[in-house]
């Protein structure tokens, strides 16, 4: 922790884990994810860190008043100036410029947080993980993630479905934008 602010909370961990496990399907470019009580508030790609921050912001800026951001690139000082206008809880990233650190520090309740291998997320992506939960009557939830198995576009198949004998498929195969798009939003 760079700035530890207010004592970190188990939700503002757990919104940068789950941000996270949103970010690493996102590693083509600088990519940005707001969540709040573990809800995503938005999340983009950018040209740059501050784009990213910007188009996740506008998602649903209510919603992410008070939440965690989390940055798959460094903080520079545009991003940091177009963080500090708004209220949030935690900004994550790999680093931090000491110019935008120092803009960041402004707000002295805010926990920032620095996950130097955040680029390293892309090599958990299509690997399972164990998530525990403890429950307030003392009982736990132990869980699986399910493999994702959309690696590319040869996992995407055409809709295609027998009813009463007939067979009904798409009319047309999508165009490459449109497996692009698929496959960003699904990832």
């Known amino acids: 922790m760079l700035q530890v602010g207010k004592h970190p909370g188990k939700i503002n961990l757990t919104d940068v884990d789950n941000a996270l496990n949103i970010l690493k399907f996102l590693d ?3 990519a ?18 501050a784009e990213a921050f910007e188009k996740a912001f506008w998602c649903d800026r209510i ?33 931090f410029e000491g110019a935008a650190l120092d803009i960041l520090k402004k707000w002295k309740n805010l926990r920032i947080l620095q996950i ?12 399972r993980f164990i998530d525990i939960k403890s429950l307030m009557d003392g009982g736990i939830i132990i869980q699986e993630s ?8 040869q996992d995407l198949k055409p809709a295609e479905t027998v ?9 047309r195969a999508p165009t490459e934008k449109e497996y692009q798009d698929m496959l960003s939003a699904g990832m």
């Open 28 to 30: 083509k470019k600088p």
């Open 116 to 127: 130097k291998e955040i680029k390293r997320l892309q090599d958990y992506k299509f690997k």
């Open 32 to 49: 940005c994810a707001i969540m709040k009580h573990n809800n995503p508030c938005g999340v983009a790609y950018g040209s740059t860190p």
């Open 63 to 95: 919603a992410a008043f008070g939440g965690a951001v989390v940055l798959t690139k460094t903080v520079d000082v545009e991003t940091a100036k177009a963080l500090v206008q708004y209220y949030f809880e935690v900004v994550c990233a790999p680093d």
């Open 163 to 171: 009813y009463k004998g007939e067979t009904y498929k798409i009319k």
């Open 146 to 153: 399910q493999p994702y198995k959309i690696k590319g576009t």
